[in-house]
């Protein structure tokens, strides 16, 4: 199971209110959905060098971080929009997810994550023993 988590976002959503503005960067669009026994995220990060990405994991708390270059300032910016600077999220995964086998591949502005069902997680069958009468009478 992925979880999920911004204990921030109500207090950006009420400064933005009165303020008109947002007090910190956007946060990561992200999808997520499971096919068989593995969870995919997909994160835009639309016009972030690869270079400045990064992605650690801590027990079972992923940790994305990107940087979005400041503007030139030799340029007489018309409109300026996107938000620059640092970009974090965390994800939290459930224990019956496979951390060590993470995959990561960023293509066209996504970031994606593939993320298998720990072996542990996924069901299985019980043998059950079974004893005919006639061993158990014997």
């Given at each position: 199971?992925l ?5 921030f976002r109500?207090?950006?959503r ?5 303020f ?9 669009p992200?999808?997520?959905?499971r096919?068989g026994?593995e ?12 270079e400045?990405?990064?992605?650690d994991?801590?027990r079972n708390v992923?940790t994305?971080k ?5 503007l030139?300032p030799d340029r007489?910016m018309i409109?300026?929009e ?6 974090s999220?965390?994800l939290?995964?459930?224990e019956?997810?496979d951390?060590d086998?993470?995959r990561?591949?960023?293509r066209d ?8 069902v720990?072996e542990?997680?996924?069901p ?15």
């Amino acid at each position: 199971m992925l979880m999920r988590t911004d204990p921030f976002r109500d207090l950006d959503r009420l400064t933005q209110q009165v303020f008109g503005t947002s007090a910190r960067p956007a946060v990561m669009p992200m999808d997520a959905w499971r096919e068989g026994d593995e969870f995919f995220v997909e994160l835009d990060l639309p016009g972030i060098d690869p270079e400045s990405l990064d992605l650690d994991i801590e027990r079972n708390v992923i940790t994305v971080k990107a940087t979005r270059p400041d503007l030139d300032p030799d340029r007489s910016m018309i409109a300026a929009e996107r938000t620059r600077g640092v970009f974090s999220r965390q994800l939290f995964l459930g224990e019956n997810l496979d951390t060590d086998a993470i995959r990561a591949d960023y293509r066209d502005g996504v970031l994606r994550l593939v993320i298998p069902v720990a072996e542990k997680a996924k069901p299985r069958k019980i043998e059950i023993l079974r004893h005919d009468k006639q061993a158990i009478n014997a």
